[in-house]
C-alpha cells in the first residue's frame, strides 16, 4: 500500500490510501503529476498535489487547466478546449476570470453557476459521461462548500468594516 507524500513522483509505503492509489488514472509524466481515484472519497487527486484539492474535467481544481497541472498559472484558458460537461464549462469560465486577475469575482460567479446546477448531474445539460456522474456529484458538492467558504472569508470583514466602522469596537 502506498499514500503520496506531497512530493511528487515519491510514495512512503507506510501509509494507506488505498488500492485506487496504486492504480492510476493517468499516469505520471516528467511535468505532470500522476492522477488517481481515491476510494475514500471518490475524486480524482493528483499525486505530490494532495493539498491542492481534487480536480475535475478539464478545468476544475487549483491550478489545474486545459487539463494539465500548471503550477505556476503560466497557460491561457484555451477557450477552443471543449469543457467536459457543464460543471466542467462554470470551472473554465472561473479560470478565465481568475487569469485576468479577478478572483473574488471568478468565485463568486462559480458559487453561483455550481448553486444553480441540479445537485444530479444526469439532470444538466451537458451531463458528464456516465462513468462520471458519481465523481461530478461529489466535485460539484466539495468546491461550492469549498468556495462558500472562500467567498465569505473575502466578504465577511468587508461588510464587518461597512457595519461597525474601522476599528473593532463599532466605533466611527
Known amino acids: 500500500m502506498a499514500r503520496a507524500t506531497g512530493r511528487q513522483g515519491e510514495l512512503d509505503q507506510e501509509q494507506d490510501l488505498g488500492p485506487a492509489a496504486q492504480q492510476p488514472k493517468e499516469g505520471g509524466t516528467n511535468d ?31 491550478d489545474w487547466t486545459n487539463n494539465k497541472h500548471d ?3 503560466k497557460d491561457e484558458v484555451d477557450h477552443g478546449m471543449p469543457s467536459q ?35 444530479d448531474p444526469r439532470m444538466w445539460r451537458k ?24 467567498v465569505a472569508a473575502r466578504e465577511q470583514p468587508a461588510k464587518d468594516r461597512y457595519e461597525w466602522g474601522d476599528d473593532n469596537e463599532g466605533g466611527r
Open 32 to 62: 505532470q503529476p500522476e492522477v488517481f481515484i481515491d476510494k475514500y472519497v471518490g475524486l480524482s487527486w493528483r499525486s505530490g498535489s494532495i493539498t491542492s484539492g481534487p480536480i475535475y474535467g478539464k478545468f476544475c481544481g487549483k
Open 127 to 150: 451531463k458528464p459521461p456516465k462513468d462520471k456522474i458519481e465523481e461530478a456529484r461529489k466535485y460539484r458538492k466539495w468546491a461550492l462548500l469549498y468556495f462558500q467558504g472562500a
Open 85 to 119: 460537461d457543464d460543471l466542467d464549462k462554470a470551472c473554465k469560465a472561473h479560470d478565465h476570470k481568475y487569469k485576468k486577475e479577478k478572483e473574488a469575482e471568478a468565485d463568486r460567479e462559480l458559487v453561483r453557476a455550481l448553486a444553480a446546477l441540479p445537485e
Open 71 to 73: 503550477p505556476n498559472d
